[in-house]
């Protein structure tokens, strides 16, 4: 295998690395994102029971 070939596997493998761990980090972003709202409204809820 020549150098131009090596050197263009090795760019994919990379490149699909990154990608990959770009969509973990976005799912996880989702998730976090989620749960702030979760704890928001669950926030709410109890400043709402504690005032009546």
């Known amino acids: ?5 090596l050197a ?3 760019a994919v493998l990379m490149a699909v690395a990154t990608l990959s761990s770009c969509g973990n980090t976005i ?3 989702g998730k976090d994102a989620a749960n702030t709202v979760n704890a928001t409204e669950d926030a709410g809820h109890r400043v709402k029971r504690a005032a009546q």
């Open 1 to 5: 295998m020549n150098s131009k070939k």
């Open 27 to 29: 799912r996880g972003m």
């Open 8 to 10: 263009a596997a090795a």
